[in-house]
Structure formats: structure tokens, C-alpha cells
């Protein structure tokens, strides 16, 4: 098990940037594979992003790729999501979630740890 703190949300202006960190506990965070998802209120939560152990493999949601980057510092047990060119549609609760099956697991079912999630708003 895994304890995730997510942090860096707030408000920005469409074509703006923010970047989300998701802080892990533990020693064993080499383990989990990381990934990124949101959620819109009364929409279902979404798939963002997810990255390998090592970090060097990485899987977008057609709507963010090109303008998100994911990335991870192992040493720092800590994830980031960096957003640019954001858009109002991005307007979500934005989850960091942790599971040990496999890299391009894009079901909310298959992650076992959540953080409590950071708010995004974008403006138009």
C-alpha cells in the first residue's frame, strides 16, 4: 500500500500551465506504476496519463497528448503532471493513483491506491 498527496492545482486561464506532483510514502513507490486521472462534475472519472517504473514508458488520453508530460523523480518518490496549453474542458478534480500490474492500465479498477485528488479550473 501506497499513501499519494496530490498538490499544484488551482485556477488558470485557457492557454495557461500548471503542474500537478503526487507525493508517495513509502520505500517500495519503484514498484507502482503511476498514473493520472479526472474527473468533471457529473462526468465519469478519466483516464489523463500513466508511466512505467522507471519512467522511462509513458501513455496519454488522446484528449492531452501533445500537451501534457508526465514524468517521475524515483528518488523523490513523487510523480509530475505537467499541463500546458490547458483548456476550459480541463476543468476537473485531477487523481494520482498507484497499481503494480502494468503500465498502460487506463481502468480506474485496475489502481489500488488514490490520493484525496487537486482541483483544476480553467478558464475561458
Known amino acids: 500500500q501506497v499513501q499519494l498527496v496530490e498538490s499544484g492545482g488551482g485556477l488558470v486561464q485557457a492557454g495557461g500551465s500548471l503542474r500537478l506532483s503526487c507525493a508517495a510514502s513509502g520505500r517500495t513507490f519503484i514498484r507502482y506504476y503511476m498514473g493520472w486521472f479526472r474527473q468533471a462534475p457529473g462526468k465519469e472519472r478519466e483516464f489523463v496519463a500513466a508511466i512505467s517504473r522507471s519512467g522511462v514508458s509513458t501513455y496519454y488520453a488522446d484528449s492531452v497528448k501533445g500537451r501534457f508530460t508526465l514524468s517521475r523523480d524515483n528518488a523523490k518518490n513523487t510523480v509530475y503532471l505537467q499541463m500546458n496549453s490547458l483548456k476550459p474542458e480541463d476543468t476537473a478534480v485531477y487523481y494520482c493513483?498507484?497499481?503494480?500490474?502494468?503500465?498502460?492500465?487506463?481502468?480506474?479498477?485496475?489502481?489500488?491506491?488514490w490520493g484525496q485528488g487537486t482541483q483544476v479550473t480553467v478558464s475561458s
Open positions: 493513483a498507484a497499481q503494480i500490474m502494468n503500465t498502460y492500465a487506463v481502468d480506474p479498477t485496475e489502481y489500488s491506491d
